[in-house]
Nanobody
Framework: QVQLVESGGGLVQPGGSLRLSCAAS????????IGWFRQAPGKEREGVSC????????YYADSVKGRFTISRDNAKNTVFLQMNDLKPEDTAVYSC???????????????????????WGQGTQVTVSS
């Protein structure tokens, strides 16, 4: 049974950092394209960062480029999202998901999209506020 469990969310002041974890079970993480998504109240779910299973290429949304880093620990079967210099507009529920897409993100991130999500975690709340 495929399962994804996120952790690491919380309340942080602007400029602070958090590291989110997505622990996978029921499948081998490096055999999957996986991404982090977020949804703020009243907004659509957006792709934050995705990592390809085919070539390890990575996509970041423009809004987080230079501040967020996705990484994968195959030994722990876990994907991380390191978030630095957090801003109030980063406040959202963050979820990880496997994607049906198996290609590269070197040509762009159109497939780092909730529309191609397969298995989803339950999400973790990130609130950035002073």
């Amino acid at each position: 049974q495929v399962q994804l469990v996120e952790s690491g969310g919380g309340l942080v002041q602007p400029g602070g950092s958090l590291r989110l974890s997505c622990a996978a079970s029921g499948f081998t993480l490096d055999h999957a394209t996986i991404g982090w998504f977020r949804q703020a109240p009243g907004k659509e779910r957006e792709g934050v960062s995705c990592i390809s299973k085919s070539d390890g290429s990575i996509y970041y949304a423009d809004s987080v480029k230079g501040r967020f880093t996705i990484s994968r620990d195959n030994a722990k079967n876990t994907v991380f999202l390191q978030m630095n210099d957090l801003k109030p507009e980063d406040t959202a529920v963050y979820s990880c998901a496997t994607l049906y897409y198996s290609g590269s993100f070197s040509v762009g991130g159109v497939y780092c999209s909730a529309a191609v999500g397969s298995a989803w975690g339950q999400g973790t709340q990130v609130t950035v506020s002073s």
